[in-house]
């Protein structure tokens, strides 16, 4: 079985669309953090994984891409949503950013930025276009997912289900009984 690859084209492009789907994740991962409804925050979270998610295809990396978009931008943001609907946040609504978390946060991008500024000035981005256009190979990534897929597919089933089950428990819990407030 030969692995798919993407045409000639598509690895000219790949520049761009790295820069374009870089600015999408860090825009929706500083939209995550800035924003004051926490569905919202899950929803630009779920919008960060995606674009994440492109970046591994990308690097050839399906079986990452798969697995992130499966596991995290399904399950996870799903369990964010309902653990916002368990807490029974009015709207969602959190409370403002205290001064000191405004002021750690400018602390740590200046130290991020540094950090950047340094790795450019000396460290090793140098490669060509040339280097870039040659994709990654996933030969480690293949038997694993054959693997995944074959040998251990009902364990990834079970944990499918359980997840599937944690997830009705959730709405059931987090409904309001409302005979049973009267009752007290």
Do not use: C, W
Request: aromatic share 10%.
């Amino acid at each position: 079985m030969q692995a798919f690859r993407f045409p000639k084209r598509f690895y000219l492009m790949a520049p761009l669309l790295f820069y374009l789907l870089s600015a999408l994740v860090l825009g929706t991962a500083l939209l995550v953090v800035t924003s004051k409804n926490a569905v919202n925050s899950a929803m630009f979270f779920l919008i960060s994984l995606l674009g994440t998610a492109g970046l591994f295809v990308l690097l050839d990396a399906f079986l990452l891409a798969a697995v992130l978009v499966l596991v995290y931008a399904g399950a996870v943001v799903a369990l964010f949503l309902f653990i916002i609907m368990l807490l029974g946040m009015k709207g969602g609504e959190r409370p403002p950013l205290s001064h000191f978390a405004v002021l750690a946060s400018v602390v740590a991008a200046a130290i991020l930025g540094v950090g950047v500024l340094s790795f450019v000035k000396h460290g090793q981005i140098t490669a060509s276009i040339a280097d870039a256009a040659v994709p990654a190979t996933g030969a480690v990534l293949k038997s694993y997912s054959a693997q995944l897929f074959t040998t251990y597919l009902l364990p990834v089933q079970v944990v499918g289900f359980l997840l599937l089950i944690a997830m009705l428990g959730v709405i059931v819990l987090s409904k309001r009984f409302e005979g049973m407030e009267e009752s007290k």
